[in-house]
């Protein structure tokens, strides 16, 4: 089974790689690759990103993988990670970027001015360990227990049209979708890979994912 981590210039990619890595059972060929014909002959992909969405997605359209990332997406099991599963919807606020269009809906930036039930002023971006609610039950799920934590870094978040695609949520202060899902397709707003024992379990769980739910 061979696996590829998109390497398109952006993103915590040898972390996110490290990662992965440290959880294969030696079933897997994990590579790092920015070649979309290695895209293409994956059984697997993950897709990381970090940073600014105008900035990944230029990067992605110079290294030629917007179309693997949207052909990958269709049908082999895929993982999108933070900018990474923000740029699978139609369009982001942060830079008035398109996105690839995989998901209907778009990327909007967290309020100003939002404070917390004890009145505290919260800060954008939504940074450290917050609380991961399962609105779906999925693979990706298994021996995760609802409400664990995970590590976000983002100033924007996901607002699909369909509310059928939000596999997770979290809080800040309101609820929002952080975990977005449909058929072979799982992405998450938080960093698995700087998600200690419980992101390491849903990279080990994708690992076994045979892309159905």
Request: hydrophobic share 40%.
């Amino acid at each position: 089974m061979k696996v590829v981590v998109i390497d398109y210039g952006m993103g915590n990619l040898h972390s996110v790689l490290k990662s992965v890595q440290s959880v294969n059972d030696g079933s897997a060929n994990i590579v790092l690759s920015s070649d979309p014909e290695t895209v293409a002959r994956a059984d697997k992909v993950i897709f990381p990103g970090q940073g600014a969405m105008p900035d990944c997605m230029r990067e992605l359209n110079a290294h030629g993988l917007g179309e693997a990332v949207r052909e990958a997406a269709k049908n082999k099991p895929f993982f999108g990670i933070c900018v990474g599963a923000q740029l699978l919807f139609d369009h982001s606020e942060e830079g008035d970027t398109p996105g690839l269009g995989l998901f209907p809906g778009k990327v909007v930036r967290f309020s100003n001015g939002m404070k917390d039930a004890a009145g505290e002023r919260l800060k954008v971006p939504h940074m450290g360990w917050n609380r991961v609610w399962q609105r779906q039950a999925h693979p990706l799920f298994e021996g995760i227990e609802d409400g664990e934590r995970f590590y976000f870094v983002h100033s924007y978040h996901f607002a699909p049209d369909d509310a059928s695609l939000t596999v997770g949520e979290s809080d800040y202060p309101g609820r929002f979708s952080c975990i977005v899902g449909r058929d072979n397709v799982f992405a998450t707003q938080f960093h698995t890979e700087k998600s200690h024992l419980a992101g390491l379990r849903m990279m080990k769980n994708f690992l076994a994912w045979d892309g159905s739910v």
